[in-house]
C-alpha cells in the first residue's frame, strides 16, 4: 500500500563481533568450570587461601554471574541472523514508497543542476545501494541494534550506516540545500562550516550544492578530530567481558565505567573529556560498549577517508578546507569567516560550546545555524542553551525532523 514503508533483511555470513562473543563467551565459560571444579574439589577457599565465608560467596556470585551472562550471550546471539552489506532476496521498494519520503522524480522542467544536487543527496546517504545499518536511533536514550535496511529510517536520518558517507538523512540534507539557496539568493556573505564530519557526507553535500549553482568564491570548511582507524577492539574473551561490565545497571556503575573508558589515549577519541556527562550519553556509548558494531562504524572518519571520499566526487579543491583537531585548540585561531552556515555536529557538552564559542560570532547577519543533536543529546542542547542566554540571543528554534534544529541569526 502506497505510504507505508517495509523493511528488508539481509543475509550474509556471521559477523565478526557475533563470533568473538561466542569465543569469549566460551573461553570464559571454561575458566568458570574449571574454578568451580576446584573449589568443589579443595573444599572452599576459605580452607585453601584463607578467605573468609563472605568472600568466598562474594567471589563463587561473581563467577556464576558472568558464566551465566555468557550462557545468555551464545543463547541470544545465535538468535540474531547473519548479515551484511549485501541486499537481500525480498521485494525491492517500489515507485510508490520512494514517493512517499520525498524521493520520487523530479518534474519534466528540472534542470541539470537539480538532477546533479538530487543526485548527490541519495549518493552520499547511499539509498542507491542501500547499505546495511547497525542501529537505529528510536528516539532519546533509546537506541537498537539494526536487522535490516529500512528507507524511512535513512531518510529520517535515525540509523548508523555501514558504508553511506553521513549517517544525518536526506531530510537533514533538504534543509541544508535550502539554506545554502536562500542564503545564495539573498547574498548573504560568508563561507560555510561544519564541525563534527564524520565521513565527510554532509560538507561533500554542501561543495555539490556550490558547484551545482557555479559558486567558486565560497568555501566549505571541514573541521572534526578525524581520529584514525583503529585496531582491533580488544581480544576476543576481554571484549566479551567489557560487554558484561558495560551491561551492569546502576548510575554509579555507569559512570565509573564512562570514566575509565575516558582515560584511553587521546589519539584514540573523538572527543574532548566530559566533565560532567549527560545521562542519554552515558547511556549512549555504554550501549555501543555492548554492541563492537557501533564503534566500528566510525572506523573511516579519519583525514585521509575524508579527503578520499572528497575526490571520489570530483570536489576536492581549493574551495574545501579541513580543520583537524579537537575545537578548543584548533577553532579560535583556525582562518574561518566570516560565515554564512554554521552546522555544529559534536554530540557532546564540550564539543558543542568549543564550536559555538568560537564560530557563532563569525556568522554573518542572515546566516543559518544548525544544531544537528540539539534534539538527541541533552548535553548539546545545554550548551546551546547557555550559549544563547549568555548572549541574550533570542532568536526563535526550529526543528528539522525529530534529531536537529536551527534558527536564522537577525539581519
Given at each position: ?37 576446584l ?25 556464576l ?9 551464545i ?105 545554502i539557496?536562500?542564503?545564495?539568493a ?27 549553482h ?14 584514525p ?42 572527543f ?35 579527503k578520499?571520499?572528497f ?61 544537528d543533536?540539539?534534539?538527541t ?8 542553551t ?16 525529530k ?9
Amino acid at each position: 500500500m502506497p505510504g507505508q514503508l517495509r523493511t528488508r533483511k539481509t543475509q550474509g555470513p556471521l559477523p565478526q563481533h557475533h563470533r568473538n562473543t561466542l569465543i569469549g563467551g566460551g573461553i570464559i565459560a571454561a575458566v568458570t568450570g574449571l574454578l568451580l571444579f576446584l573449589f568443589v574439589r579443595t573444599g572452599g577457599w576459605q580452607d585453601t587461601w584463607g578467605w573468609s565465608t563472605l568472600a568466598t560467596v562474594t567471589a563463587v556470585a561473581a563467577i556464576l554471574t558472568i558464566a551465566g551472562w555468557c550462557v545468555l550471550a551464545i543463547v541470544f546471539r545465535r538468535k540474531i541472523p547473519p548479515r551484511d552489506t549485501r541486499m537481500g532476496p525480498t521485494p525491492p521498494y517500489n515507485a510508490e514508497e520512494y514517493a512517499a519520503v520525498g524521493l520520487g522524480p523530479l518534474t519534466d522542467s528540472a534542470e541539470g543542476r537539480d538532477l546533479y544536487i538530487d543526485l548527490m543527496k541519495r549518493a552520499v546517504t547511499n539509498i542507491l545501494y542501500e547499505d546495511y545499518p547497525v542501529f537505529f536511533a528510536l528516539g532519546t536514550k533509546k537506541w537498537e541494534v539494526a536487522q535490516e535496511f529500512d528507507l524511512a529510517h535513512r531518510v529520517a536520518g535515525n540509523d548508523g550506516p555501514t558504508q553511506a558517507h553521513t549517517m544525518i538523512g536526506t531530510q537533514r540534507l533538504e534543509h541544508i540545500q535550502s539554506c545554502i539557496e536562500q542564503i545564495l539568493a539573498e547574498n548573504i556573505p560568508g563561507d560555510f562550516a561544519e564541525t563534527g564530519s564524520f565521513r565527510g557526507g554532509a560538507t561533500i553535500f554542501m561543495r555539490a550544492v556550490l558547484k551545482g549553482h557555479h559558486v567558486t568564491d565560497r568555501k566549505v570548511f571541514v573541521c572534526d578530530a578525524f581520529v584514525p582507524p583503529q585496531p582491533e577492539l580488544a581480544p576476543q574473551p576481554l571484549l566479551t567481558l567489557v560487554q558484561a561490565i558495560a551491561a551492569i545497571p546502576g548510575e554509579a556503575n555507569r559512570r565509573r565505567i564512562f570514566s575509565m573508558m575516558e582515560r584511553m589515549p587521546q589519539k584514540h577519541r573523538a572527543f574532548p573529556l566530559c566533565e560532567n556527562p549527560s545521562d542519554d550519553w552515558i547511556t549512549f556509548v555504554l550501549w555501543a560498549l555492548q554492541h563492537p558494531e557501533v564503534i566500528q562504524c566510525g572506523d573511516t572518519t579519519s583525514l585521509e577517508h575524508v579527503k578520499s571520499r572528497f575526490a571520489r566526487y570530483g570536489l576536492l579543491d581549493e574551495q574545501v578546507v579541513f580543520i583537524p583537531g579537537y575545537f578548543a585548540e584548533v577553532l579560535p585561531d583556525a582562518p574561518i569567516g566570516p560565515l554564512s552556515l554554521l552546522r555544529l555536529d559534536g554530540d557532546t557538552f564540550e564539543s558543542t560550546h568549543d564550536a559555538i564559542v568560537a564560530l557563532y560570532p563569525k556568522l554573518s547577519p542572515g546566516g543559518f545555524c544548525i544544531i544537528d543533536d540539539y534534539n538527541t543529546f541533552d548535553d548539546c542542547k545545554r550548551a546551546i542553551t547557555e550559549y544563547r542566554e549568555q548572549n541574550h540571543i533570542d532568536e526563535e528554534i526550529h526543528a528539522v525532523g525529530k534529531h536537529a534544529a536551527f534558527w536564522r541569526k537577525k539581519i
